[in-house]
């Protein structure tokens, strides 16, 4: 015998009596999935505990959480009352692990599995909310209404996330359970191609992915591109704006209705094979994406003779190498095909001449996923939300400086004031907003002054910005709007394909003056210089990501001239964010000594004995700050320490 | 047809079957039907033109200059250094494109040389200029466009990118020996993974295609000596894709 084998023999005559007896197994029929609480034949359970899964919440210990939810039912006897599943992602993406409890519609976050037992005796036991992992903050947040009347969700109308925090992303059956695949029977079954066609078009469903062109008619546009050897659907699933990740919770919590959505584009088109590409940072989307394909065929949603109707339609998956250009749709065809992922010129458009000289139809992820809805509920419905030339809604990636950061999913036309505050909750730590950021590298800030304006795709381009893909990035008065435009234009000069001389030159140079600017170095034409740049690489670059690229700069010229200037003319940096333009300075009236700061200090520039005035060495001096953070006297004695 | 209008003999390629290249100017050019051809109007100039042709060949045809850099009439055109950038008005739209790349449409309206168009064009050269100030080719431009002083730091490249001499390997000489690596301000023209070509066949086009004069025939080919016990041999090395070659 082994010593394992004795230790585990030990360890078994040792908890003898604590071992619960397994149950039989159950016979699992073949070709479906049973997922944890499958209850064929029992009473239904009366509560669900849904444990978001969505990446962050998994890096947060989303799995420990649910398996000490399921060991605290186990141990009150409570399993067999309430199901604990594995959810969609719920959007409320810094407040990991989120577990949302139905039918009472709460909503905790920041779940550990110690509060497991918590919640389990208190709520699902007894009935009573466990306030404190309620920790949605707002308004509204006095009496822990239910879920329907948090500012965060009441104002939210979820077409594209209509399953959000409501299903098992691998269940098909979940999916269908909730309207699933109806609009797709619907459109075999019932519509013509060009009924299909029609009612998208009647919709008013714009693209979601930046560009704002009319679905139905690029639809019908590859509809009637001749084409006797195909045509292709592909979703861009590319996603490469900085601080956009709804494609990303999309694709990993309802990969379905991307995938119905692209049945019904393929059916209305006349097109009989369709891509996704995934951009390759997103393995457990392209992990769900590829699990619900194949989950699809099994079923007959996918293949030849789609339910039955002869339609025959197949996905395939195909990652991105890491390339923001390869969003750009002709990059994309390039990286699909195994070129080299450099847009090309257009005309002639993909609708008329794609993947391998084929008709092709690319849309976005989030554009997919209003498909179905459309087909199910009518083009009517849907052109009741939004504005006249913006219809039905739009996620946004509500993050940078706000109280509720996550994914939101609004009509169009509603205001940023009603996003920032009613549902992001405001600016926390009393801070003033400055800015929205919005349409990621591509688009423009807004500035303070300005967030009444209704979000659609005109109001915003008249602004000087663009809806983009969705990105809304909230700043402050600690936000520098030269070093915000510098780090959008530092990002798209790595990312540029390098083709054109515009772009690849133009935005290099763009990047070398606001880097100087941010330094001390900026000198007295700098900002015509820029502007007559950034004018020159908007109408001259080949592809989007160029004509875009100078839209930070102009923008923030534009509304925070004045910023500029202080850091040119004054060599002064208003929000003190860049580091060459600012100087900490000890106040000698105002030090007590007490050596908080000397403390901090990690070069140790900071000296002086106790309870004398202290001394800070410049030339030691790091500017990282921590002396200005430590330093914190009552309101009467004012920081001794401040930068100027 | 004039001899010197037949295109260059592909080794091993029969001449009874190389395909004839049509005349696209000139007294040779066959007569058109209707439906090949299309309307235009060029800065305010009406223009005939045939379907498929882009706006550059058009405006050429019709003795109207617009500048070119990455443009040759034996390669696809791509479109890179914009300089041929003009204002194209259809369907109710102006829109700023490259004209090397824009096929010519019934009604189109082109303007190649507004204020704003030189101003771009000005803005290019600019940038160019910056990139290689020292290359023959970029200077005469700069003289050209009146850039004196540039406001940009000066770097000393000897490539701007513009692809001739990968596209003519790949489309005319039919190897593709070479390509464009990295992305970006980091492109530059190298053999895949920069080691030694294993399909270049020396022939030297990239050199004679090259409007910067980077590789020239003399680069192209360096002497190096080698001795073997049957004597002497003579190694070239090509300067583009750094392929061997003996030779006398």
Redesign the interface.
């Known amino acids: 015998m082994t010593d394992k084998t004795r230790r585990k023999r030990a360890v078994r005559k040792a908890t003898k009596g604590a071992r619960v007896k397994k149950a039989p197994a159950k016979k699992v029929r073949r070709g479906t999935h049973r997922k944890a609480g499958a209850r064929a034949g029992k009473a239904p359970a009366r509560r669900t505990v849904s444990v978001c899964f969505g990446t962050c919440c998994v890096q947060n210990g989303a799995r420990d959480v649910k398996a000490a939810l399921e060991e605290a039912l186990r141990a009150r006897k409570l399993k067999s009352g309430v199901r604990v599943m594995n959810g969609s992602c719920s959007a409320l993406c810094d407040r990991g692990p989120v577990v949302r409890v139905e039918p009472d519609g709460v909503v905790y976050t920041r779940v550990t599995p110690a509060d497991a037992v918590e919640m389990t005796e208190s709520h699902l036991a007894g009935g009573k909310v466990v306030k404190r992992l309620q920790a949605l903050e707002g308004p509204a947040l006095e009496s822990m209404p239910p879920v329907a009347d948090v500012g965060f969700f009441r104002e939210q109308v979820l077409v594209a996330m209509r399953n959000r925090g409501r299903i098992d992303p691998d269940s098909i059956e979940a999916y269908i359970a909730n309207d699933g695949y109806a609009a797709l029977a619907r459109a075999l079954t019932e519509l013509t191609p060009e009924k299909i066609i029609s009612e998208v078009k009647a919709s008013g469903l714009r693209g979601r992915g930046g560009g704002g062109f009319p679905t139905g008619l690029k639809w019908e546009i590859c509809r009637n591109s001749p084409s006797p050897d195909g045509k292709y659907v592909v979703c861009n699933a590319d996603e490469g704006d900085p601080g956009a990740f709804m494609d990303r919770s999309l694709l990993e919590s309802d990969p379905h209705s991307v995938i119905e959505g692209m049945v019904i584009g393929a059916r209305g088109i006349g097109a009989d094979e369709g891509y996704v590409y995934v951009r390759e940072e997103y393995p457990l989307a392209c992990e769900r994406i590829l699990r619900a394909i194949e989950t699809a065929r099994e079923y007959g949603f996918l293949g030849e003779d789609v339910l039955g109707t002869g339609f025959s339609f197949d996905i395939n998956v195909v990652r991105g190498a890491g390339?923001f250009?390869c969003g750009e749709e002709t990059a994309l065809m390039a990286s699909i095909e195994g070129k080299?992922g450099r847009p090309?010129?257009r005309?002639p458009f993909p609708a008329e001449c794609g993947l391998w000289g084929k008709p092709t139809n690319i849309n976005n992820v989030e554009t997919w996923a209003n498909v179905a809805p459309i087909i199910l509920r009518g083009s009517g419905w849907y052109a009741s939300l939004g504005t006249a030339h913006s219809k039905g809604t739009k996620v946004f990636a509500l993050v940078g400086k706000i109280v509720n950061a996550g994914l939101i999913e609004v009509p169009m036309g509603i205001t940023l004031r009603k996003i920032i505050y009613d549902i992001g909750g405001g600016v926390p730590r009393g801070k003033e907003l400055k800015a929205v950021q919005t349409g990621g590298p591509s688009g423009g800030c807004i500035p303070a002054s300005m967030i009444d304006i209704p979000v659609d795709y005109e109001e915003l381009a008249r602004a000087g910005s663009i809806m983009g893909s969705g990105g809304l990035i909230v700043m402050d008065e600690d936000t520098c709007m030269v070093d915000v435009a510098r780090y959008f234009v530092a990002f798209l000069?790595?990312?540029?394909?390098?083709?054109?001389?515009?772009c690849?030159?133009?935005v290099?140079?763009m990047r070398?003056i606001l880097t100087r600017i941010t330094e001390g170095d900026g000198e007295p034409?700098d900002i015509d210089?820029l502007t007559?740049?950034g004018?020159?690489i908007k109408?001259?670059?080949?592809c989007g990501l160029g004509a875009t690229a100078p839209n930070p700069v102009l923008t923030t010229i534009r509304y925070f001239e004045d910023e500029y200037r202080a850091h040119i003319y004054d060599k002064r940096c208003p929000a003190r964010v860049c580091k060459a333009l600012i100087v900490y300075r000890v106040v000698p009236d105002k030090c007590t000594g007490c050596q908080r700061c000397v403390r901090a200090c990690p070069v140790g520039a900071i000296s002086g004995p106790r309870s004398q005035p202290h001394n800070l060495d410049q030339t030691k001096c790091i500017k990282c700050g921590a002396c200005y953070e430590v330093c914190k006297f009552d309101a009467i004695a004012g920081d001794a320490i401040y930068i100027e | 047809m004039k001899p010197e209008n037949k295109p260059a003999k592909r080794r091993g390629e029969k001449t009874e079957n190389r395909p004839v290249k049509e005349p696209k100017s000139g007294p040779d050019r066959k007569i058109v039907k209707k439906s090949e051809m299309v309307r235009l109007t060029i800065n305010g100039k009406k223009v005939n033109a045939l379907k498929g042709d882009t706006v550059l060949e058009a405006a050429r045809e019709a003795g109207i200059e617009i500048p070119t850099l990455c443009h040759h009439e034996a390669l696809i055109p791509?479109?890179?250094?914009?300089?041929c950038?003009v204002e194209v008005t259809a369907g109710g739209r102006t829109r700023?494109?490259?004209s090397c790349?824009?096929?010519v449409a019934d009604g189109m309206r082109v303007a190649t040389d507004t204020p704003?168009l030189k101003?771009?064009r000005r803005?290019?050269v600019i940038?160019?200029e910056?990139?290689c100030p020292n290359i023959a080719i970029i200077k005469k431009l700069a003289r050209d466009f009146g850039v004196r002083k540039n406001?940009?730091?000066k770097d000393d490249e000897d490539c701007?990118?513009c692809?001739m001499c990968v596209r003519a390997c790949l489309e005319i000489v039919g190897v593709g020996a070479i390509?464009?690596a990295?992305?970006?301000?980091?492109?530059e023209v190298v053999p895949p993974f920069s080691v030694e070509s294993g399909v270049c066949i020396g022939c030297g086009t990239c050199a004679a295609i090259c409007p910067a004069r980077t590789f020239t025939l003399e680069k192209v080919f360096r002497r190096r000596s080698m001795h073997t016990a049957g004597g002497v041999e003579s190694v070239f090395r090509c300067k583009v894709c750094e392929s061997h070659y003996t030779g006398t």
């Open positions: 390339a250009v080299e090309r010129p005309p000069e790595e990312e540029s394909c390098g083709k054109c001389t515009p690849r030159e133009g290099r140079r070398e034409g210089l007559e740049l004018m020159a109408e001259a670059s080949l | 791509t479109g890179s250094c914009r300089l950038v700023t494109m490259a790349v824009t096929p704003r101003r771009i803005m290019v940038l160019l910056a990139r406001p940009f730091p701007f990118l692809g390509g464009i990295n992305r970006g301000p980091e492109s």
